[in-house]
């Protein structure tokens, strides 16, 4: 399933006039697979092994020519790095206040909001963004231990 998106992503890229190269082929298969929203450091530690001459900054940059195709989502929090996510439908996240780890999810009924919004202050909405937080089932399970 992963899979049929990665060769969805590829298939897009190759629309635009985005070079695939072996790193960039690694980074947007690290990205489908892996579905936790890393950030550029993550894919650089897990990555670095296979590319010893690749760097965080190659990495971030191949991001952002990701991001510039529409491939990818870039997810800001205002604090340190942004995290980056392949999935680039609508959907929501509920977010590990331990872990920090992201998780999918969908729920098409928050579209009204977007109407009622509209109706409600008379602006010309393009987007929303909501995000639940709490702790993941893995930190639930290490903290009884
Ligand atoms: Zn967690
Ligand atoms: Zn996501």
Do not use: W
């Amino acid at each position: 399933m992963s899979n049929h998106r990665l060769q969805g992503a590829i298939e897009a890229l190759k629309t635009t006039r985005v070079r695939m190269t072996p790193q960039r082929h690694a980074i947007l298969e690290y990205l489908f697979e892996s579905m936790t929203h890393p950030t550029a450091d993550e894919i650089y530690k897990a990555l670095e092994g296979r590319f010893p001459n690749m760097s965080v900054a190659t990495v971030y940059n191949n991001l952002r020519v990701f991001k510039e195709a529409g491939i990818v989502k870039e997810l800001t929090y205002g604090d340190s790095s942004s995290r980056f996510d392949c999935v680039t439908s609508d959907h929501y996240h509920v977010i590990c206040e331990e872990c920090g780890k992201i998780v999918d999810f969908h729920y098409p009924g928050l579209d009204e909001v977007e109407t009622l919004a509209e109706h409600v202050t008379g602006f010309k909405v393009s987007s929303h963004r909501m995000e639940i937080y709490g702790i993941c089932p893995d930190c639930q399970k290490k903290s009884q231990h």
